[in-house]
């Protein structure tokens, strides 16, 4: 037989079902992929308005006079929720949706979710709106009273610099507002813009150390009653025969998360650092380009 057809070669059948069946797996492929981004953008767009959510009320808590100390009483159920549905972000690298560290991701989030369920809902009320001072002012008044004399002044302690619940819960907010629309809008668009990397790569230098401060005051203020209450403790004799000190786990657990932290702090500068040293040559290629 003659191979050739109208100046077009024949292929062979089974060369030609072999590329159909290609072209059927590229296209599942192709549909797997858009629906696994489809997902983590729905996703991260959600987590995006949620936590959006959570940084209002606390601010309009604020702004009520109720102050940042009563942050967590106004938005227990919504923190609840946004910071629970992190959980996902582990299956997510597990599964291997994203590419985060399966190890690194699981620590984040446990630690994230032990303050919270660990924590904050163990305590009592007295000891979710209590906060360490950290700089005070002293005020007086009424206005005017200094022309009276210092006798007909009231004088007071003003905290100016503090930690807290609603400074802890500020500084997630904004964390992972920044986070969460830095995934969403690559899986939109395949890349990030670079005001968006930005703020994703510099932020942390503030609300890092506010977090992190915030979530060891939390800690330090419960454990006093975690210990006097024996919260979450397994007391001998019991059927297991072995006996569990939560005060102990959280002892142990925050002096192994101070040294982590100027660690881990420096490493996202060194990356920060490194992802800037990439724009700067990238302008410079464009340079070079644009002048030949």
Not at 157 to 184: C, Q
Request: aromatic share 14%; glycine share 8%; net charge positive.
């Amino acid at each position: 037989d003659n191979p050739c057809i109208l100046g077009t070669e024949r292929l062979p059948h089974h060369a030609s079902t072999r590329t159909a069946t290609e072209q059927l797996l590229l296209a599942s492929y192709l549909f797997i992929m858009g629906l696994k981004s489809a997902y983590l953008f729905v996703y991260n767009s959600l987590l995006v308005i949620g936590w959006s959510y959570i940084l209002h009320m606390v601010v309009d808590e604020v702004r009520n006079g109720g102050g940042t100390k009563n942050g967590f009483l106004r938005t227990r159920k919504e923190l609840e929720i946004a910071q629970t549905a992190a959980i996902l972000e582990v299956v997510h690298s597990a599964l291997g949706l994203v590419r985060s560290p399966f190890a690194t991701t699981l620590l984040q989030v446990a630690s994230r979710i032990g303050i919270l369920w660990g924590v904050l809902i163990a305590i009592p009320f007295d000891s979710r709106t209590a906060q360490i001072v950290l700089y005070s002012k002293m005020e007086y008044g009424p206005p005017g009273c200094l022309a009276g004399g210092v006798a007909n002044c009231q004088f007071a302690m003003d905290p100016k610099i503090f930690l807290n619940s609603g400074t802890m819960i500020i500084a997630w907010s904004l964390s992972e507002i920044i986070r969460y629309t830095f995934y969403a809008v690559k899986e939109l668009l395949g890349y990030v813009p670079r005001p968006i990397e930005w703020l994703r790569y510099s932020a942390f230098i503030v609300l890092y150390p506010i977090g992190v401060g915030s979530e060891l005051t939390m800690v330090y203020i419960g454990m006093p009653y975690m210990k006097n209450n024996h919260t979450y403790d397994l007391l001998m004799p019991n059927a297991y025969n072995f006996a569990f000190s939560y005060y102990t786990f959280l002892l142990i657990g925050t002096i192994l998360y101070i040294p982590g932290f100027p660690k881990l702090y420096f490493y996202m500068l060194a990356s920060r650092k490194k992802l800037f040293a990439s724009w700067r040559e990238a302008d410079r290629a464009k340079i070079a380009a644009k002048q030949k």
